[in-house]
């Protein structure tokens, strides 16, 4: 692996812009590949993924009457990401991503407190309608959530299994939190939302590592993991433990952040 991680370092070094970065490119590991794809070597979501191609490769053409083979959707092979530069865009979660966001509210505020939970950005508008008359009153009234922007984002694994994630946003962000969990990593300020699956399992003894690019506008996340476990096993591990929430390994709240070291480009090549 990390031929990986040389050739982002040469496409697009960490802290270049994303204006300079190829327009896409991500690299897909499979559950059975040898390093980071985990000790299972055929995961059963993997024997799945093959199956399901197969038949529909075999089979679609054989459909008639107006019947249609449908084919389960594998939406840019997310699960099994290990490095990516993906560009700015704007998206709307679906219902996985928004029960994964509620379960980091909930995390957020058993480990730090509910004033800590209290700063988190709102993803859905609110506005606090005023009744008239005697038992005038106030009532919250929440809208419906549309697209969102999302950063653009650089993706790598190191050699020794550290996960990078680089985000650089439109403008400065405002309540900027980031949030992990042992599958996902979670990225939140006023108006942007970002969620990762992690490509390796990360430690749960050493916490996320920030730094800011010059401008404001750029961050740079090290998370610690192992360079062993890869996604496929590291959510068989999760799910397997019957733990069905997202309870966080760690958090950074906005003055952590603000706090971190600035760092140039060429410190992080």
């Not at 407190?113 to 009744?131: C, D, T, Y």
């Not at 106030?138 to 959530?145: A, S, T």
């Not at 006023?190 to 800011?212: C, F, H, N």
């Amino acid at each position: 692996a990390e031929a990986r991680g040389q050739l982002l370092q040469q496409l697009a070094p960490p802290g270049c812009e994303p204006s300079d970065w190829p327009e896409m490119l991500q690299f897909v590991q499979y559950a059975g590949e040898a390093r980071g794809g985990g000790a299972i070597r055929q995961s059963l979501l993997d024997q799945y993924r093959r199956m399901d191609a197969f038949l529909y490769k075999n089979l679609a053409s054989l459909a008639c009457d107006g019947n249609q083979l449908l084919r389960e959707p594998f939406v840019d092979d997310l699960p099994f990401l290990s490095a990516a530069l993906l560009p700015k865009t704007k998206a709307k979660p679906g219902q996985n991503i928004k029960a994964v966001e509620i379960q980091f509210e909930d995390g957020l505020k058993r480990k730090r407190g509910a004033n800590a939970a209290a700063g988190l950005p709102e993803l859905v508008p609110r506005k606090v309608a005023k009744s008239s008359g005697f038992n005038a009153n106030e009532k919250i009234i929440f809208g419906k959530r549309g697209t969102l922007p999302v950063p653009a984002t650089r993706l790598a694994v190191r050699a020794d299994g550290a996960v990078e994630v680089s985000v650089v946003f439109d403008e400065v962000p405002t309540g900027l939190h980031v949030l992990l969990h042992q599958v996902w990593l979670h990225i939140r300020a006023e108006g942007v939302a970002l969620t990762l699956t992690l490509p390796r399992q990360p430690s749960k003894d050493e916490a996320i590592k920030p730094y800011r690019m010059p401008g404001g506008r750029g961050f740079v996340f090290e998370i610690p993991a192992d360079p062993n476990i890869g996604a496929i096993e590291n959510y068989q591990d999760w799910s397997g433990s019957g733990r069905t929430d997202a309870t966080l390994l760690h958090a950074l709240l906005p003055e952590e952040i603000a706090a971190a070291p600035q760092v140039l480009p060429e410190d992080l090549a």
